[in-house]
């Protein structure tokens, strides 16, 4: 067996799952993940996903039908369980035959799974931990991609590398199960194929594509930000559980607080509900990334960047990271075996 092939027949379960060559998916990165984006990624041999984020029914409906005339290969929609329409949501991605939609943002809520399943998708979870995987598996979930807190965008409180260890001799037989976070380099790749992962899932290393739309400030700031700058959102009130969030430091962290203060008060004065509190919290990151990804306000937007923004060094077709990831973990296998 070649090397390439050894790095092909620890990817196949993984490809067969997803219909790729590779089994390396783009992330789903709210307004960065649109039909450019998610294209390019699967005309290259790997896997792209649209993430709805809040897209309206009727938008996510365009989107997809745009994706679909700009590829023929297999692409995914993440879904992020707390959108208010989600069952509409999941009627747009049945009504194009959608292979594989990703369920992000929490326990799904009863009935998803098994409607987005009886659609045919294959549905794709996000377990925090190794007994929430373990009740995902149980209630007939098709993959896992487990997240370490090394990600861009919202994350959990555990490294990927902690994650991996603990997950994957448990679960990896029963489910493909997606390593994500921190990944830039393939030589990482080849270290969670080998582990038993199916494949791996990057965000960070693809926003820098030249097929991605992201505003040019906003490429600029990750080519120039290192892994250190790459910092998680602090929690100010013990109230109000926010959802940390990985993102570039910027003067954007600190209006973040200032939101936090403002929803706090307003909690305490009894003028919101806790749903509501955490919505409005959520609408804020969602309004803050548009600002820096689409208008590229670097300053006050959410830069949501992964610690891996530091491996990202210029703007170059999705195509050519993908051929490197492959190489570097191509080369890794390789010295192994000698
Ligand atoms: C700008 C940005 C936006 C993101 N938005 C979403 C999202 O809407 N839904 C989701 O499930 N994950 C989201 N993520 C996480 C990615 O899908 C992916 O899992 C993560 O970037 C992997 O880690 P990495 O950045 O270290 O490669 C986002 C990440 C970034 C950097």
New binding site residues.
Partial sequence: MTDTNLLSALMQRGADFLGTRHAIMA????W?SERHLVSAMSNAGGFGVI?C?AMTPELLDREIAATKALTAKPFGV?L?TMHPDLSALIDVCASHDVGHV?L?GGLPPAGAIDRIKASGAKLLCFPPTLAFAKKLIRSGVDALVI?GM?????IGPVSTSVLAQEMLPEIAAQVPVFV????GRGEAIAGYLEMGAAGV?????F?CASECIAHPNFKKAFIRASARDAVASVQIDPRLPVIPVRALKNAGGELFTAKQREVAQALDEGAIAMGEAQLQIEHYWAGA?RRAVIDGDIEHGSL?????VGMVTKEEPVADILAELIDQATAALERRAA
């Fill in positions: 992330g789903a990165m709210s960065v993430a984020g993440n992020i990703v992000a997240e090394e990600a861009g965008g919202h994500a976070g921190g990944i899932q990057l965000g960070t290393r926003v990334l949501m960047a992964g610690q891996s």
